[in-house]
Each structure stands twice: as structure tokens, then as C-alpha cells.
């Protein structure tokens, strides 16, 4: 059983605003994401009130939202590591 994902506006935008070499990879992860929603290196965000995860793409990170009971992923941010968590 799949999971839908959604992408929050301002994900999209920072997903536009990747470098093209990592572009594939990270659109790559996000899809992958549907079966898998909690791929092996995942982890989840300390201190977050949401159901925070993320995944690791190089030095990029995707952070997300899975709802289990509506089976729904909801991408937040992507972005460089170093910019990622403010």
C-alpha cells in the first residue's frame, strides 16, 4: 500500500532551486518515499511538535510529515544541511 505524497508550496520552490546534479537524486528519494516511508537512515526530528522525519540526499535533507492513519507523506523543506534546520 502506497502513500501519497504532498508537497507544501514553498517545498516545491525549494526543490526548483536546487543545483541540477542533485535535483534527480532528491526528486528520486521523495517518490521512493510513497513505498517506503521510513527508509533505512531516516530519522526522526527531536523537539518537533509535528511527527518531524527526514532523510538524507548528500548534503541536502528532505523534511517531512507521515500521517500513517490517512497514508499521506507531506514534504515541508529541502535544502542544504547547513540551512536546513533554522
Known sequence: MSYKIVVKKSAVKEIEALPTK????V?????????TPRPQ???????????LWRI?????RVV???SDAIQIIDI???G???????
Open 22 to 25: 542533485i535535483l534527480p537524486q
Open 76 to 78: 515541508q523543506k529541502v
Open 56 to 60: 538524507r540526499v548528500g548534503d541536502y
Open 80 to 86: 542544504h544541511r547547513k540551512d536546513i534546520y533554522e
Open 64 to 66: 517531512y510529515i507521515i
Open 27 to 35: 526528486t528520486t528519494a521523495i517518490s521512493r518515499l510513497a513505498d
Open 41 to 51: 537512515g531516516c530519522k526522526k526530528l527531536k523537539g518537533s511538535k509535528d511527527n
